[in-house]
Structures are given as structure tokens and as C-alpha cells.
């Protein structure tokens, strides 16, 4: 018998309205829910227009994002790109970063790998609070 795990996102719990992000943002991180053990997949969503409240960045973990849909901005330390549907970003652990949805939103998938086996993708990553700004 093959060994695998199938895993619809809609079946992962939404760690943003969760949180109190909803309607705005949807986060769903995948790790438990496929049983990953060497790496996470998150799905997030964002409405036209919203901008993530918060950045981030990880001590060691690299990540890539790949947009599914819809065009926004991303900032990367003091630097500002746009992105647009099918555009991968690779991101080094320590580099500070977030998300602002475009008119139409965004949609994007984040792999990361952490760098200790059986490690939780987030268990390095510090938040940063209110670190947008304009």
C-alpha cells in the first residue's frame, strides 16, 4: 500500500480568523494536517487592498512563496516588489517580509523547510508587529 497523506485545504483550520483577521486574510498551514515532517506549506488569502498587520522573518528557515492569483506588493526588509499570479519569491530565513493584496486580492502558497527535523516551520520565526508602514 502506497504511503501518503491527502489533504484538502478548506479541511485546514484558518489560523487567521482564528486570530481575528476574517474577512480579510485567510492562513492555512497545512503541516499537521499532511503529517510533514521535514517541511509546512501554508495557504493564505488576503481581500483587495489589505495589507498584512504584521511582518516576519525566521532565523534559518527559506521559504517560497508562489502567488496563484491576483497581484499585490510585497516588502522584503526596506525594499517593495510588485508580484503577480504565478511568480515564485524565494525568501532567506532572516530576511523580513509581508504581503498587500492588490484590487482584485491575492492568493499565494509558502513552502518552508525547518532547518531542525521535526521542527514546526514557524518554531524560528519572529513576528513583527506593525513593521509596514508607509
Partial sequence: MSDFTKVNLADVEDMAAKRG???NMEGRFAKGPLE??????????LAPGF???FGHRHSEQEEVYVILSGSG???????IIDVVARDLIRVPGPTARAF???PEGIE???FGAPSAAGASPG????VLEDWWTD
Wanted: charged content about 35%; hydrophobic content about 40%; cysteine-free.
Fill in 21 to 23: 483577521l476574517a474577512p
Fill in 108 to 110: 499565494l502558497l509558502a
Fill in 73 to 79: 506588493r510585497m516588502k522584503l526588509e526596506d525594499e
Fill in 123 to 126: 518554531a524560528d520565526a519572529e
Fill in 100 to 102: 498587500e493584496a492588490g
Fill in 36 to 45: 510533514l515532517e521535514q517541511t509546512g506549506v501554508s495557504f493564505q488569502r
Fill in 51 to 53: 495589507r498584512m498587520p
